[in-house]
């Protein structure tokens, strides 16, 4: 493989139940990061990793959490998902965190919570 | 807070030229950056700005004046396959991306 894949496609969670979405690089970048899209929205940044064993939190973190034992992943969990959560989630990375470097997106997890 | 605008729709004709403005308010500035989104896919890195002047790819252009405030993204020669959303981005001083909600371009035959 080439690029970067996420686990599942899509998936209709029940509200409270807990999730993990899976994000999985083969680019060697040291930055990885997690958004979720929703209509009429920005991208907005949930946490990021801007090396493996170090995490920081984005503009909207509350309800998630990640971990980066390595360079390749950088799996999403939702706690206890809440219906606010339904949107479309998008791992990404980049060889860096710095100014220049571009970042690659994954094809993104649908998630719907009921 | 941080803002980034962008028009949320344009309509253009098959060949023709379209401009796609983006202004923004966010603190510092690392650089412009945009993407092409089709629908129901991942965005895919078009171009970037951080000096003033033009970049060329191909049949897309992005232009960045911060002195003059102009700040957009041209596309040329349209084609069908370019009927997409283009989301603008900008890198702030802590070198993370706040991302505009995206221009859908709708070309008509």
């Known amino acids: 493989i080439a690029g970067i894949t996420q686990a599942p496609t899509s998936q209709i969670l029940a509200a409270g139940r807990r999730m993990t979405l899976r994000c999985t690089q083969d680019?060697?970048?040291?930055?990885m990061y997690w958004y979720r899209q929703d209509l009429g929205l920005g991208l907005r940044l949930i946490h990021y990793s801007n090396t493996a064993g170090t995490t920081g939190k984005g503009e909207v973190p509350d309800g998630y959490s990640v971990s980066r034992a390595n360079t390749d992943d950088f799996p999403l969990t939702l706690a206890s998902a809440v219906p606010s959560q339904t949107s479309v989630y998008f791992c990404?990375?980049?060889?860096?965190?710095?100014?220049?470097?571009?970042?690659?997106f994954g094809p993104g997890t649908r998630l719907t919570v009921l | 807070g941080q803002n980034i605008d962008q028009p949320t729709e344009m309509t253009a004709t098959e060949g023709a030229i379209v401009q796609i403005n983006c202004t923004y308010q966010?603190?510092?500035?690392?650089?412009l950056f945009w993407y092409q989104q089709h629908a129901g896919e991942a965005p895919t890195f078009l171009s970037y700005?951080?000096l003033d002047g033009l970049e060329e790819k191909g049949r897309f252009s992005s232009f960045l004046s911060r002195s003059k405030g102009y700040r957009y993204l041209l596309l040329e020669e349209l084609q069908m396959k370019d009927s997409a959303s283009y989301l603008c981005a900008v890198m702030d001083s802590n070198y993370q991306l706040i991302w505009g909600a995206g221009t859908k371009l709708i070309i008509k035959p």
């Open positions: 966010t603190s510092g500035f690392n650089g």
């Open positions: 990404a990375s980049s060889g860096t965190s710095g100014p220049t470097d571009t970042q690659y």
């Open positions: 700005n951080v």
């Open positions: 680019m060697r970048h040291n930055a």
